[in-house]
């Protein structure tokens, strides 16, 4: 099969889920992180860790990525990066989620901008309008698929007074989240787990809504994840997300394209990225009746989506957001590429720190040339319903 035929084949799974091993994961997160969980600075928290679990973090997601260029990339290469899907998310996040919070923020997904909207304002809306469009009514009990450290989780439980259960396979995520939650009082209404979303231990039937934003994509099959997300669901039940697709306008025997592509994959731990046909091939596929769809990146607005990391200050809505979009410019991250590199050299951070600054790097002008050309949407909404009879064995 060429790699152009198995971009249009997505959504089998691998012949076989990783194995889960919790012990193990635990294991390493402690060995690796260690006390940084607990760390109120990100910053810091990157200089925290342990030298030779960092390490064996780098040279394990790497592997999928260094000497593979978009032009020599193969049906192996992507299938090998499918197989070990949750390996590859898991240190993906061991190595960036200190760099998303000091240089974006606790809530790790892009966002439309009002006119003059201030980033952390705009980032909530996001949130909130998920919710809205879900329809989430107080008291619900609702899953978050891969939450991160919990900044949708808190923002949606303050919005819509749900209790919200986040789920991850990142142990080191899930500890920050629940510091978070614990540090502004709402533990007792969100609670964070360990899992993987392709095989969850949830018993069916258990939740009245779910939501996943920009998680997803990390799925090796999305017909696979959005089908758990189905069964865990309670009939008459409501699935929201933003999704991370290619759009229609992506055309494979486009070198440009791969390498767009392939940037983003890379520098965001992302096995498979899918078309939006194929998405909503897969969640139909699953079983859930589709209520409404679209691409919000297509709106009409001023700001647009990627504006911080192009590093547009016309679009800055606040005085307070200068230094956080500095930091996401090309000067921004060249500075952090010597300021790493130089705390790496005297023994300050650990080895691999500027490697994964430098990916991350690479994803944002991939990302960046994505949106411009129309090629990628970071915000594909669509909301669906468990129906409250199962079609195939009704009467």
Not at 48 to 59: M, S, T
Not at 121 to 136: I, S, V
Not at 248 to 259: A, F, I, L, M, V
Not at 333 to 356: D, N, Y
Request: some cysteine; proline content about 4%.
């Amino acid at each position: 099969m060429s790699a152009s035929a198995l971009t249009e084949e997505p959504n089998a799974a691998p012949t076989a889920l990783e194995p889960e091993n919790h012990r193990r994961d635990a294991e390493f997160n402690r060995a690796m992180h260690g006390a940084s969980s607990q760390e109120q600075s990100s910053f810091k928290a990157i200089l925290q860790k342990d030298r030779g679990a960092q390490k064996a973090a780098v040279d394990e997601y790497f592997k999928h990525w260094d000497n593979k260029k978009a032009a020599d990339e193969t049906d192996q290469d992507r299938e090998e990066r499918r197989a070990e899907y949750a390996t590859l998310t898991r240190h993906y996040y061991n190595l960036a989620t200190d760099f998303y919070e000091n240089g974006w923020a606790q809530s790790f997904h892009f966002c439309r901008f009002a006119p003059k909207e201030a980033f952390l304002q705009a980032l909530a809306r996001h949130e909130h309008y998920l919710a809205l469009k879900m329809g989430l009514q107080e008291g619900m009990n609702v899953l978050d698929v891969g939450c991160g450290v919990g900044g949708p989780a808190r923002e949606i439980a303050k919005f819509a007074g749900v209790n919200i259960t986040g789920m991850n396979n990142n142990d080191y995520q899930i500890q920050r989240a629940i510091m978070y939650a614990e540090k502004e009082g709402y533990s007792k209404q969100l609670q964070f787990v360990k899992g993987d979303f392709m095989q969850m231990a949830f018993p069916s039937a258990s939740f009245d809504a779910v939501y996943a934003i920009e998680a997803t994509v990390h799925a090796p099959s999305l017909e696979g994840v959005y089908s758990q997300i189905f069964r865990v669901l309670k009939p008459g039940g409501v699935f929201g997300v933003f999704e991370w697709f290619m759009t229609e306008q992506y055309d494979h025997d486009n070198g440009r394209h791969r390498e767009i592509r392939l940037g983003i994959e890379q520098g965001n731990g992302i096995s498979n990225m899918v078309k939006i046909s194929e998405g909503l091939r897969a969640i139909q596929a699953a079983g859930f009746e589709l209520e409404c769809h679209e691409d919000l990146a297509e709106r009409a607005d001023v700001a647009p989506w990627y504006y911080p990391l192009a590093g547009d200050f016309r679009h800055m809505g606040s005085v307070w957001d200068f230094f956080r979009i500095l930091r996401l410019t090309r000067l921004g991250r060249a500075s952090m590429h010597k300021f790493v590199g130089g705390l790496e050299m005297v023994g300050i951070a650990p080895a691999g720190a500027q490697k994964t600054a430098d990916s991350l790097a690479q994803a944002a002008d991939c990302l960046v040339a994505g949106g411009k050309a129309k090629l990628f949407t970071p915000m594909y909404l669509m909301i669906a319903r468990k129906p409250l009879v199962d079609r195939e064995h009704a009467p």
